[in-house]
């Protein structure tokens, strides 16, 4: 389920996201690859072999090492030379130290360099202690997990592992690029919790500053961790000026919150939220937006979904799946894009389910709410409460050559408002019970170069209906047989200079039997017509759902044909025609001119399908739904892709379904420069003579920071209008670790986009 967003945020957020560079283009230097030695002296030292160690020992704790050393009577001692003192994980050096006796402690005048296992400090004096740790002087300070670094006035590392720091300025640039900086009048890293903290910070991007933090906390890892993060800011026509400042809460490992409040000038306070857990059988995720008195809307507003999966035992499995939302307009208010803003139901389920290698049982409970109000009750679907099928399969004889089982099902079916809920002609809305069963007896045989199905089945279906119409049956009934046969051959043969390619030819036939059976006394409660299509010509039944079971007489025949890789197995291109020859014509219907089939013809449409597959960048899918009768196209789709990299790709895409839709899309994203990205896509409606979705954009990355600059325009298809907005999105890289990856809309809108986001 979609998680509603205000549409043309200006979002001043920081994540974990690093840019990759283009193909040619350098990677990002870490800081921790410019940061210089304390001197070329101390360089030198440590390279050298350690002639004089010797250990003061307060404690057992410290261990030092240098080149020479002078001690006077008072048991001062001057170390001269590549001095490094090491106290567990963390290390002094420099070029010369005092240790003063009295206080246990070593001064240094010259250059210093500090280092532990999430820190690196150099500065041009400071001291040291066993028991008081380490303080730095005018101070360079490196993270080598995050690839940050920074300057300090002074810095203080106790050996508690808490390292302090005073007038910090923070960035994860490289050195020769400083396009951002956070500066601290105070910044505290506890390097045991990986977690520090800064106060009175301004972030400041191209020497302007963007917002300020009387109070900021991030992690020194990619570990979770909790607080503040960044704020965004926007603006809408409809909401007016927008204002969020989410905070994450860091419950446990496998426990956290993100409460997520929103600021909307034309409407009020949106308090969203969103809970996660998980545990060694569980996992759940609690989300919600409530907006309580709308002042545009003139009543509360709210959208919350609940999913949970729970493995009660190994073979038994509890899933959750539910939605609600307030009234029939939030989509239209708050979802963004006609994706989303014509969103008709939301789904509530919930099932138990267990498999083990013979079984498949699955209790179900499901029901749904209305969004789009303006559809007719016949047209809404039935809720299932509750539903119970169960299946088995058993195989017997060498490799399980004979097969038999069954499958079944137990529904009731209901609506909301079932007792005054009508059709168009005013009749009262069946509901009722319906049990389906199917057993089935049959033989598997499959071979390398064929194999052949046989299948025998006997369907009972019995109703038990309230609110039929009078004089129809209230426990109407259907009995049938079903015979099947289905068999296949599979060729090959190597082609090519080398025999690097197979190439294949896999004929295959189906025939099927059900003999006519009038269910026009039947009531529909989940069944329809699906499209044509080659899964579907080589199926039992042309209608899914148990309300109808189509006669047939019938021989579907298909072709395939593979060209592949004989070492890998990788296909290139795959080819497949099929079509359906009629012996008897079907007679079974369906209500309404959606659920008919052709009359008095000898055979179905034919179903062609092209596949091209990554040849030589290019990616191809061709179908086509070919009605000979009328020697014209029922349905054609066209795909169309170049992709030379993760973050290059150009799709060209054509759907065409006769009296439904026509539709054309143009869509790319292309690199201009090693650091400049173009971004666009339009989908067009032929048959409507409007565009449903265009934008144009592009976004500049580099090694500290992205920008993102869209301009977009789509129809509201609940509502026939267009909307315009922009969507400006500006990324400091390493302030945050939560949040949502910016290139979640781009990877959806934009097909086979993917921006390489390495860590350096």
Known sequence: MLKPRPPYLLLLAASVLASAAHAGEPSCPTSASK????????QAAREAKRDVPFKIDPGGKVEIQTDSVIIQANGDTDAQGGVTVKQGDREIHADDAHFDAGSNGFTVKGPIEYQDSVVKVTGTGGRYSPTGGADVNAAQFELPERSARGSAKSVTAAPNGIVQMKEVQFTTCPKEDESWKLHAGSLTMDTNERVATGRNATVEFEGVPIFYLPWASFPLGDQRKSGFLFPSIGSSSSSGLQLGIPYYWNIAPNADFTFDPLYYSHRGIDLGGDARYMTSNQTGELSWHYLPNDQRFGQDRSFVTLRQTTELTDDLRLRLDAGNVSDPHYFEDFGQGPETTSVAFVDRLAILSYRDDHWRVNALAQQYQTIDTTLPAADRPYAQLPAISASSDYGLGPERFFRYGFDSEVVDFTRD?????????????????????????????????YFIR???????????LDNNAPGTSRSPSRTLPIASLDTGLRFERLVGAQGVRTLTLEPRLLYLYVPYRNQDSLPVFDTALPDLNLVELFRTNRFVGADRVGDADQLSVGITSRLLDTGSGQQFIAATLGQTYYFETPRVQLPGPAGTVPVDRSSSDAVAELQLTAYKHWNVNLGLQWDPEANRSDRTFVQLQYKPAQDSVVNLAYRY?????EQGEVSGAWPVTRSLDVLARMVYAFDTHEGLDRFLGFQYHSCCWSLRLLGRRYLRTSTGRQDTGVLLQLELNGLASVGSAPDSFLGTAIRGYSRSTPTP
């Not at 940061?35 to 101390?42: D, F, G, I, R, V």
């Not at 007792?419 to 033989?443: E, H, K, M, N, S």
């Not at 046989?454 to 038990?464: D, G």
């Not at 379904?657 to 839709?661: D, F, I, K, T």
Request: a positive charge.
């Open 35 to 42: 940061a210089p030695a304390a001197t070329a002296a101390t």
């Open 417 to 449: 408002g079932s007792g005054t809920a009508t059709t168009a002609a005013g009749l009262p809305l069946v509901t009722g019970w319906r049990i389906d069963v199917r057993p089935r007896i049959g033989f598997d045989y499959d071979a390398v170069a």
């Open 454 to 464: 046989s299948s025998f089945a006997w369907r009972y279906t019995q109703y038990e």
């Open 657 to 661: 379904q006769r009296g439904q839709l």
